[in-house]
């Protein structure tokens, strides 16, 4: 069994800086993909950001130039760097990851924007 952890959510003033953590503990010998997803109220689960075994990234529109996915495959670990937050990113935080075929989601971080 894997289990997800995260971490590092929070309430941020606009324009403030969190970092998002996830950890993958159990039966995993390394992360494929991972990647971090949002939900907001009343809206769809989305994408934020990707990145692939090889350390290639993909971000929503909405997030480009100010997140950045990263991961450290010795801790089996992904991150999310969030700088100059806006209101509009508030929302549940799902860490995702993809080991051994299998797909994984951690139970979410909450994350508001607001002054």
């Known amino acids: 069994q894997v289990r997800l952890v995260e971490s590092g959510g929070g309430l941020v003033q606009p324009g403030g800086s969190l970092r998002l953590s996830c950890l993958a503990s159990?039966?995993?010998?390394?992360?494929?993909?991972g990647g971090w997803y949002r939900q907001a109220p009343g809206k769809q689960r989305e994408m934020v950001a990707v990145?692939?075994?090889?350390?290639?990234?993909n971000y929503a529109d909405s997030v480009k130039g100010r997140f950045t996915i990263s991961r450290d495959n010795a801790k089996n670990s992904v991150y999310l760097q969030m700088n100059s937050l806006k209101p509009e990113d508030t929302a549940v935080y799902y860490c995702?990851?993809?080991?051994?075929?299998?797909?994984?989601w951690g139970q979410g971080t909450q994350v508001t924007v607001s002054s």
């Open positions: 995702n990851i993809w080991a051994a075929l299998r797909n994984y």
């Open positions: 159990g039966s995993i010998s390394s992360i494929n993909t």
């Open positions: 990145i692939n075994s090889g350390g290639s990234t």
